[in-house]
């Protein structure tokens, strides 16, 4: 009897610990016969895409640049492109792309947009043109008078009449003594 309840609680004990993980598994019966056929798509074989290296850009002559004030920078006029000239480097504007090089005679390279100097980005490009032109037609009915040195005329005034205010009459004065 002892052995007997001794069987039947490991038993028990075996059925209990062995449903505990039977609820775990799943059991599926199936049977398989060949594999379902793969849908094919026929797509046409396209041409490749050859897209035209864009023209070089050549200029010949050195650019006339004039300074818009509002700008601070210079901007080429005459030309076929939009040429400016910042922080020592020359950057153009045509056909959607930005191009840069050390000089205005080249090696042309192309630039991401955000690799722009701030200037440039600042205002929109019809605008620079706009202050271009009306510089540009200043400048002529000036009879060529160049202000691309404008910000130095500025200095060069203020400096002239801080010099008579702090002095200027004073050394009046001591020229009449003197006579």
Do not use: Q
């Not at 030309?79 to 042309?108: E, I, M, T």
């Not at 205010?165 to 009046?172: I, K, L, P, S, V």
């Amino acid at each position: 009897m002892k052995r007997r309840t001794r069987f039947a609680f490991t038993a028990a004990l075996a059925l209990l610990a062995g449903t505990a993980h039977a609820g775990d598994v799943g059991f599926t019966f199936g049977i398989n016969v060949g594999n379902r056929p793969v849908p094919v798509r026929y797509e046409p074989a396209y041409a490749p895409v050859y897209t035209p290296a864009p023209a070089p850009i050549i200029i010949s002559e050195p650019p006339e640049f004039v300074v818009p004030p509002r700008l601070g920078f210079r901007v080429a006029v005459d030309l076929p492109y939009d040429l400016f000239a910042v922080g020592g480097n020359y950057y153009l504007f045509r056909d959607a792309s930005w191009y840069c090089a050390p000089s205005y005679r080249g090696p042309w390279r192309t630039v991401e947009y955000r690799r722009v100097p701030w200037e440039l980005r600042r205002y929109p490009l019809a605008r620079v043109r706009d202050w271009r032109d009306r510089e540009w037609r200043h400048r002529c009915d000036d009879g060529d008078h160049d202000r691309s040195d404008w910000r130095g005329e500025e200095r060069r005034h203020w400096r002239e009449a801080r010099e008579w205010d702090h002095g200027g009459w004073r050394h009046a004065r001591h020229d009449e003594d003197d006579d």
